[in-house]
């Protein structure tokens, strides 16, 4: 196999890439200059060793001294609330919109409607483990913030069934963000103004 078809099924790998763009980013390549090409690979070499993630939210931050534990789950803001998110981008999206000065934990997904094996899909023994840590730490709300189509809406539903007898035994409350997300829209999509109408909305 040439380098050009193993390298183009790496990049099908990719989440979305099918054979026709893996080809074109692999041509995309073969275009650019040297040092392009060198600083590409060295990036992807360095993501592993500079990069870990959070033993706390699960979510990928530049590895400061020995710490397990990222920035945001370390300063003590606000540990009474904790949003719950899908992914990295979502929470980059919530952060950068400034409405929401809580904890946060990163799903890792959501499960797909009519899945056989939900528990694989997300991390919901994390989950489960981090709201029972948080009790000794005043969490008093969960506020999930899942997409609004159907996927967030069963994630949504699965996760409410496993967390609700947690939560009223340690007499926390399960909020759910507002639905000024219009359906259909995905979190990290949202502009700033959106969030924050989301958020004050949240029952
Ligand atoms: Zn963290």
């Known amino acids: 196999m040439s380098t050009i078809d193993s390298l183009a099924q790496s990049f099908m790998k990719f989440p979305g890439i099918g054979t026709r763009q893996a080809k074109r980013f692999v041509y995309f390549l073969l275009a650019q200059n040297?040092?392009?090409?060198?600083?590409?690979?060295?990036?992807?070499?360095?993501?592993?060793?500079?990069?870990?993630?959070?033993?706390?939210?699960?979510?990928?931050?530049?590895?400061?001294?020995?710490?397990?534990?990222?920035?945001?789950?370390?300063?003590?803001?606000?540990?009474?609330?904790?949003?719950?998110?899908?992914?990295?981008?979502?929470?980059?999206?919530?952060?950068?919109?400034?409405?929401?000065?809580?904890?946060?934990?990163?799903?890792?997904?959501?499960i797909p409607v009519l899945e056989r094996d939900p528990a694989s899909k997300i991390r919901i023994h994390e989950l489960l483990a981090r709201v029972e840590e948080g009790a000794s730490d005043g969490l008093s709300?969960?506020?999930?913030?899942?997409?609004?189509?159907?996927?967030?809406?069963?994630?949504?539903?699965?996760?409410?069934?496993?967390?609700?007898?947690?939560?009223a035994r340690l007499g926390m409350t399960i909020t759910t963000l507002g639905r000024g997300l219009s359906t259909g829209t995905e979190l990290e999509y949202s502009d700033g103004d959106t969030l924050r109408h989301a958020l004050k909305n949240r029952c």
């Open 141 to 167: 709300e969960i506020i999930l913030a899942l997409s609004a189509n159907p996927e967030g809406d069963f994630t949504r539903d699965y996760i409410l069934k496993a967390l609700t007898p947690l939560a």
């Open 34 to 110: 040297p040092y392009y090409l060198d600083t590409l690979a060295r990036e992807i070499a360095e993501l592993k060793k500079t990069i870990t993630q959070c033993t706390g939210c699960f979510r990928y931050y530049p590895r400061v001294g020995e710490s397990s534990l990222c920035s945001v789950c370390v300063d003590d803001a606000d540990s009474a609330t904790l949003m719950i998110v899908e992914k990295d981008t979502d929470f980059d999206s919530v952060r950068r919109s400034g409405s929401y000065a809580g904890r946060y934990f990163i799903l890792g997904g959501t």
